[in-house]
């Protein structure tokens, strides 16, 4: 099926889990997932993925905080699983918070499980917030010397007031890895990434070490966010 570029939409969904039981729950789904919803009309992508600890950078797992991320023939599909998915709904309800970006491409390089998923839409979104989205999987032999600096890099984003969110996610700990941040603008994001020297190096190892075996960058505009539930703020 060709992509429209008109269409496309992609959905990051946050999952944050209350209590020891809903977030063993949600550690099982990761793998399943991707089973539950693989008829969905109109999704195009899907991974589910867990959080490291502390601000979602740790090596160690949070087992109380999920990720999907879905790309959509269009948002018309998107709305109506988030709307009528059962299966959603029995996730949401084991939530503290739910929170879904809604955004759409401005520019992707590299692949994901061999492709690349997105399609750059046609339409700008003026004075937009910007979503970020790294991904890479590490080389096995590469783990260790990746880790002993991905630490540098993660603490340095919270040094710059434009960033209003991120979390490092993934599919396998350790060795499948992304990154979501949200952004002010198209601009705080370019001095974090060209100008920032922790972040600037670590990309001058990664390419020098031959760490990653696949890596993907893309970028976006923040078309909306909504809360399927939100707990912290009833």
Known sequence: MKKNSQMQVTTVVLF??????????????????????????GLQFFKSMGSGSGA?????????QYTWLMV???????ESFFRDNIYLSEYVNRCLSTRVLY????VSHGQWSGINPFVVSENPIENAKIAVLTRARI???KVWQFWRQV???????????ELEYAVGIGELPLIYQATISVWSSIDSVNRYAYQHEAHKKVIQLARKNNWYSEELFARFYLEKEIYLCDSFNE
């Open 151 to 161: 630490g540098k890099t993660s603490d340095a984003l919270y040094q710059f007031d």
């Open 72 to 78: 959509w023939e269009s948002s018309s599909h998107a």
């Open 103 to 106: 955004l759409k491409n401005i």
């Open 16 to 41: 944050r889990l209350q209590g020891n039981f809903n977030k063993l729950w949600g550690f099982g789904q990761v793998p399943l997932a991707s089973i539950y919803l693989k008829n969905i009309s």
């Open 56 to 64: 979602g950078f740790g090596s160690w797992p949070d087992f109380g």
């Open 139 to 141: 080389r096995t032999r």
